[in-house]
C-alpha cells in the first residue's frame, strides 16, 4: 500500500516563499511518476507540476518560473519550492503518484496541506 504524507503548508504573505513537502511509502514508490495539485473550495483540482522517474518535469503556466519540484529517491521525499507567492495560489495542496509511471493516471493521494497567501 502507498502512503503520501504532506508537510510544509502555512500562511504567507504574497511575495513570499514556502516549501512542502511529500514523503511517501510503499512497494515501488521510486518508480513513479509524482506531482502537486491544488484545489480551491468549489472549483476543480488543477495540476501545479510534476516529475517522472527519470527527473523530467512539467509546470502549470501559472506557476512556472516560480515554483520548483524536485525529488530525493534516497528519502522518497519530493519537494515544492514556491517562490514569489500570490493570493491566488491560495489552496489546499495535494500530493500525488501515477505508479505506472506515465504521469497520466495519478491514483494515489495525500491528505492535503493548505496553503494561504494574503495580501
Known amino acids: 500500500q502507498v502512503q503520501l504524507a504532506e508537510s510544509g503548508g502555512g500562511s504567507v504573505q504574497a511575495g513570499g516563499s514556502l516549501r512542502l513537502s511529500c514523503e511517501g511509502s510503499?512497494?515501488?514508490?521510486?518508480?513513479?511518476?509524482v506531482g502537486w495539485f491544488r484545489q480551491v473550495a468549489g472549483k476543480e483540482r488543477e495540476v501545479v507540476a510534476y516529475?517522472?522517474?527519470?527527473?523530467?518535469?512539467m509546470y502549470a503556466d501559472s506557476v512556472k518560473g516560480r515554483f520548483t519540484i524536485s525529488k530525493d529517491d534516497a528519502k522518497r521525499t519530493m519537494y515544492l519550492q514556491m517562490h514569489s507567492l500570490r493570493p491566488e495560489d491560495t489552496a489546499m495542496y495535494y500530493c500525488?503518484?501515477?505508479?505506472?509511471?506515465?504521469?497520466?493516471?495519478?491514483?494515489?493521494w495525500g491528505q492535503g496541506t493548505q496553503v494561504t497567501v494574503s495580501s
Open positions: 510503499g512497494y515501488g514508490y521510486r518508480s513513479f511518476c
Open positions: 500525488a503518484a501515477d505508479s505506472s509511471g506515465s504521469c497520466r493516471g495519478f491514483n494515489y
Open positions: 516529475i517522472d522517474r527519470p527527473g523530467n518535469t
